[in-house]
């Protein structure tokens, strides 16, 4: 079990400048993210559009943002431990214990919960049989291409992903590209790949269609897809991929008895402490009075909860508030001389 | 003020006033008004307030922008008439608008 000052869960702009808070006041933390990089929101939703309201920043993309809040924390050397959900959260004595999907446990005295909307998950095929077949013949990723070879693939989507795959697979395997309207939205030159590989009869192209059953017991035999038209079409399959891409989902934040409003997490707006003494909620993921779902509102909500982490972390220490233009000991740990 | 009548997917419905301005989804958070969940909160990232438009309306409709019609493909069994209410602003032309939301958002 690793022992830390703060848990911070969530890696989007304000988990990640929550480690500079608690950075420049001598705090340690780990950070935890069910997706496999930094950015959250910013990363996964808008990467390329920009942003107008950070202060002092006219203008910058999500990615961008991101880029520098990690150039920002890098004196701190935070260990970041990615792909991994936390599962678990329950008290010991004065400290929390977090558990993780990857089985990773982490003891604090502080939880901050910069958690957006919830994790990113896949969204899933609406059909209920679907997930009888889920992660044996049926994925919302390729993690390795290599179980998919000389195999009859069904793809469902109409974006990059969808795209993509149905390219690299076409390698070695029948695909049937699946969408729902006649337009595909990827590269030009994605694009232009996939109607050549389709007039070499490698790939075929159904739309506008939707999934309508999936047949079969133990293994996936056969799809039905349903034009619009009202047609149906019954396609040999052995395996389906699907590029709904992501959904927001709260997860397991809301069985850790936290006092919840909708999705939100109430707080105080002193030091965004929840219900529960030690964990804090900061960014789109909490709630009070006046709340706005800002990424600079949520800079401010770490700036003040980090102070309250630092008492629970140094209950011998007095807290002194320093900036960071004068203060030696922040310079230090900035790394400046 | 517009009245918009948001039908539930059992055929419950409910009409509201919402000020000229604000979203259809807009009107939905601030009536309560269930099935909307609005993940994002408007802007157009999440397609949790996926709806589907009576048919007699989408025609007088404001087009949907090429970036709405990528997000309803994410969206829970999209069909001709859906459309993201964030993206439908309330005006005295959506007088008498009705929407259906979906079985689910997720």
């Known amino acids: 079990m690793k022992k830390t000052d703060t848990i911070i869960i969530g890696a989007g702009p304000v988990g990640l400048f929550a480690v500079h808070q608690l950075g420049i006041k001598g705090l340690n933390s780990i950070v935890i993210?069910?997706?496999?990089?930094?950015?959250?929101?910013?990363?996964?939703?808008?990467?390329?559009?920009?942003?107008?309201?950070?202060?002092?920043?006219?203008?910058?993309?999500?990615?961008?943002?991101?880029?520098?809040?990690?150039?920002?924390?890098?004196?701190?050397?935070?260990?970041?431990?990615?792909?991994?959900?936390?599962?678990?959260?329950?008290?010991?004595?004065?400290?929390?214990?977090?558990?993780?999907?990857?089985?990773?446990?982490?003891?604090?005295?502080?939880?901050?919960?910069?958690?957006?909307?919830?994790?990113?998950?896949?969204?899933?095929?609406?059909?209920?049989?679907?997930?009888?077949?889920?992660?044996?013949?049926?994925?919302?990723?390729?993690?390795?291409?290599?179980?998919?070879?000389?195999?009859?693939?069904?793809i469902f989507g109409g974006g990059d992903s969808a795209l993509d795959w149905a390219l690299e697979l076409s390698k070695f395997s029948n695909i049937s590209l699946i969408h729902r309207r006649d337009e595909f939205r990827g590269a030009p030159h994605t694009l232009s790949e996939i109607k050549k590989l389709e007039k070499e009869g490698k790939i075929s192209l159904k739309t506008p269609c939707q999934l309508e059953s999936?047949?079969?017991?133990?293994?996936?035999?056969?799809?039905?897809?349903?034009?619009?038209?009202?047609?149906?079409?019954?396609?040999?399959?052995?395996?389906?991929?699907?590029?709904?891409?992501?959904?927001?989902?709260?997860?397991?934040?809301?069985?850790?008895?936290l006092n919840m409003n909708k999705k939100t997490i109430e707080v105080n707006s002193k030091n965004f402490e929840t219900n529960k003494k030690g964990i804090f909620a900061v960014g789109d993921i909490c709630v009070y009075p006046g709340k706005l779902k800002l990424i600079l509102s949520g800079f401010h909500e770490v700036a003040l909860a980090s102070v309250e982490c630092f008492k629970r972390a140094r209950p011998n220490e007095k807290y002194r508030f320093e900036f960071t233009t004068s203060s030696k000991t922040i310079q230090q740990r900035l790394g400046k001389k | 003020?517009?009245?918009?009548?948001?039908?539930?997917?059992?055929?419950?419905?409910?009409?509201?006033?919402?000020?000229?301005?604000?979203?259809?989804?807009?009107?939905?958070?601030?009536?309560?008004?269930?099935?909307?969940?609005?993940?994002?909160?408007?802007?157009?990232?999440?397609?949790?307030?996926?709806?589907?438009?009576?048919?007699?309306?989408?025609?007088?409709?404001?087009?949907?922008?090429?970036?709405e019609i990528d997000m309803i493909d994410m969206a829970f069994e999209p069909k001709k008439n859906s459309r993201l209410s964030c993206q439908l602003i309330v005006s005295d032309e959506l007088d008498g608008l009705k929407i259906t939301t979906p079985s689910k958002q997720t």
């Open chain 1, 214 to 257: 999936i047949e079969g017991t133990e293994k996936i035999k056969s799809i039905t897809i349903k034009y619009d038209n009202g047609k149906t079409e019954k396609i040999k399959t052995d395996v389906i991929l699907s590029f709904f891409g992501l959904i927001m989902k709260l997860g397991p934040i809301s069985e850790w008895g």
């Open chain 1, 33 to 154: 993210d069910n997706l496999d990089k930094a950015g959250g929101q910013c990363i996964e939703l808008y990467p390329d559009k920009p942003i107008y309201d950070i202060p002092a920043v006219p203008e910058c993309t999500g990615q961008e943002l991101t880029e520098k809040l990690l150039e920002q924390i890098k004196p701190f050397n935070t260990e970041f431990f990615l792909n991994e959900r936390v599962e678990e959260v329950k008290k010991d004595k004065e400290n929390w214990i977090v558990k993780t999907s990857n089985k990773n446990e982490f003891s604090s005295p502080n939880i901050i919960i910069a958690g957006g909307v919830g994790s990113f998950e896949p969204r899933k095929l609406s059909v209920k049989e679907a997930e009888n077949f889920e992660d044996k013949f049926l994925f919302y990723a390729v993690k390795n291409k290599e179980q998919f070879k000389n195999k009859n693939i069904s």
């Open chain 2, 1 to 67: 003020m517009p009245k918009i009548t948001y039908q539930d997917n059992e055929g419950n419905s409910k009409t509201i006033e919402v000020d000229k301005g604000l979203s259809v989804m807009e009107g939905a958070i601030q009536n309560d008004i269930p099935g909307i969940d609005a993940d994002c909160g408007g802007s157009m990232a999440c397609a949790t307030c996926h709806v589907y438009v009576e048919e007699k309306w989408l025609d007088k409709l404001p087009k949907a922008e090429e970036a």
